[in-house]
T-cell receptor
Framework: ETGVTQTPRHLVMGMTNKKSLKCEQH?????MYWYKQSAKKPLELMFVYNFKEQTENNSVPSRFSPECPNSSHLFLHLHTLQPEDSALYLC????????????????FGPGTRLTVL | SQKIEQNSEALNIQEGKTATLTCNYT??????LQWYRQDPGRGPVFLLL?????KEKRKERLKVTFDTTLKQSLFHITASQPADSATYLCALLMDSSYKLIFGSGTRLLVRP
């Protein structure tokens, strides 16, 4: 295990539902990330948090709302999603500023497989 | 436009042979390049990092090269084993950035 856990592992939701994905890291890292991985496409960075502050929002639609209450926990709140949002959502963490850019390798969780009906 | 290309076709090799995977990029000047392994249904796992001023990096049976002139990285697995079968992702990191940009990955199949 990488020290990054994600729940739930699988989620099926309707377009009108509201749900949340949870990520927790036990590595003492300072930076956390949300990625989207669709079939046959590269990993797409969605959000970056460094020391609980959002430093990157990669033009993500507002139906995805991140929350980082502390450096160990990251949430992704979902509402009124579209079928094309079905994908594997991956959380990652890294040392962040403490590790220095470039040397900052990322540790990924197992992902949440999301299906939007 | 900026692009990272990895061979989308699976690489199928015999156990014991050397696997070589390619990562090409255009319109980037990365300071660092990383390789990750991803198994089905799981998140990527970091393997190796190489800096722009390094030509080659090794770790056990793994070797990575980085040619900033050709804008290419090669990833080699020597004495390949069926357990090496997975998808391998390359990722670029710009200087002073935490934003990893990933390729689509190449699937490696090692036949016993």
């Amino acid at each position: 295990e990488t020290g990054v856990t994600q729940t739930p592992r699988h989620l099926v939701m309707g377009m009108t539902n509201k749900k949340s994905l949870k990520c927790e890291q036990h590595l003492g890292h300072n930076a956390m990330y949300w990625y989207k991985q669709s079939a046959k496409k590269p990993l797409e960075l969605m959000f970056v948090y460094n020391f609980k502050e959002q430093t990157e929002n990669n033009s993500v639609p507002s139906r995805f709302s991140p929350e980082c209450p502390n450096s160990s926990h990251l949430f992704l709140h979902l509402h009124t999603l579209q079928p094309e949002d079905s994908a594997l959502y991956l959380c990652a963490s890294s040392l962040g500023l403490a590790g220095g850019p470039g040397t900052d390798t990322q540790y990924f969780g197992p992902g949440t497989r999301l299906t939007v009906l | 436009s900026q692009k990272i290309e990895q061979n989308s076709e699976a690489l199928n090799i015999q156990e014991g042979k050397t696997a070589t995977l390619t990562c090409n990029y255009t319109n980037y000047s990365p300071a660092y390049l990383q390789w990750y392994r991803q198994d089905p249904g799981r998140g990527p796992v970091f393997l190796l990092l190489i800096r722009e001023n390094e030509k080659e990096k090794r770790k056990e049976r793994l070797k990575v090269t980085f040619d900033t002139t050709l804008k290419q990285s090669l990833f080699h697995i020597t004495a390949s084993q069926p357990a090496d079968s997975a998808t391998y992702l390359c990722a670029l990191l710009m200087d002073s950035s935490y934003k990893l940009i990933f390729g689509s990955g190449t699937r490696l199949l090692v036949r016993p």
